[in-house]
């Protein structure tokens, strides 16, 4: 099967634009996440989706982080305005219900 | 914060088996342990996870102790590939919450 598929790969930005990341999870799997990982560290998650509707979102820095899933498919993380701490690797995962989490390769954030 | 405990680095030779320990003193009855490891610039795969009983597939093994306090991953004839960090984590309330890792190093 094919896996979670994000882009972009790399992304190198200025502080105080705007960036947007997309995911594409595994066909079929209803919960959608989407993860931070900062160098050293363990990914942390930001906000979980079932199908279309947001499960938790209590570690989102919603004053400049927003995400959405339409359609209970495709999701896209949005960050507005970013800050130099955003400078981490942008996870995406996806898994059927109550079954193990399938991650994409990440999307690398470099904010100058 | 993580619930679970790991040393940060370990060395193992190739073709021996790679024992990974995880102290998980605070879980809670009905959580699982779960295992992932990530490869350099890759997304994290996931390898096992267990709730008492000691499981077993294609990857690893997972030994859980009795008092579930602590777990053991054991990769049983490592590789060169498998050099990653190895996380083990405990769900809690249906999330992962990772802490560092251990980074594995096969050596040759």
């Known amino acids: 099967e094919a896996g979670v598929a994000q882009s972009p790969r790399y992304k190198i930005i200025e502080k105080r634009q705007s960036v947007a990341f997309w995911c594409n999870p595994i066909s079929g799997h209803a919960t959608l996440y989407w993860y931070q990982q900062i160098l050293g560290q363990g990914p942390k998650l930001l906000i979980q989706?079932?199908?279309?509707?947001?499960?938790?979102d209590s570690q989102l820095p919603k004053d400049r982080f927003s995400a959405e899933r339409l359609k209970g498919v495709d999701s896209t993380l949005k960050i507005q305005p970013a800050k130099l701490e955003d400078s981490a690797v942008y996870l995406c995962?996806?898994?059927?219900?109550?079954?193990?989490?399938?991650f994409g390769d990440g999307t690398r954030l470099s904010i100058l | 914060d993580a619930k679970t405990t790991q040393p940060p680095s370990m060395d193992c030779a190739e073709g021996r088996a790679a024992n990974l320990p995880c102290n998980h003193s605070t879980i809670s009855g009905n959580e699982y342990v779960y295992w992932y490891r990530q490869i350099h610039s890759q997304g994290p795969q996931y390898i096992i996870h267990?709730?008492?009983?000691?499981e077993t597939n294609e990857m690893a093994s997972l030994i859980i102790t009795e008092d579930r306090k602590s777990s053991t991953l054991i990769l049983p004839h490592a590789t060169l590939r498998d050099t990653a960090v190895y996380y083990c984590i405990v769900e809690s309330n249906y999330q992962l919450i990772w802490g560092a890792g251990t980074k594995l190093i096969i050596k040759p």
């Open positions: 267990g709730l008492k009983n000691n």
């Open positions: 989706f079932q199908n279309n509707g947001v499960v938790d």
């Open positions: 995962a996806s898994s059927p219900q109550d079954q193990p989490q399938h």
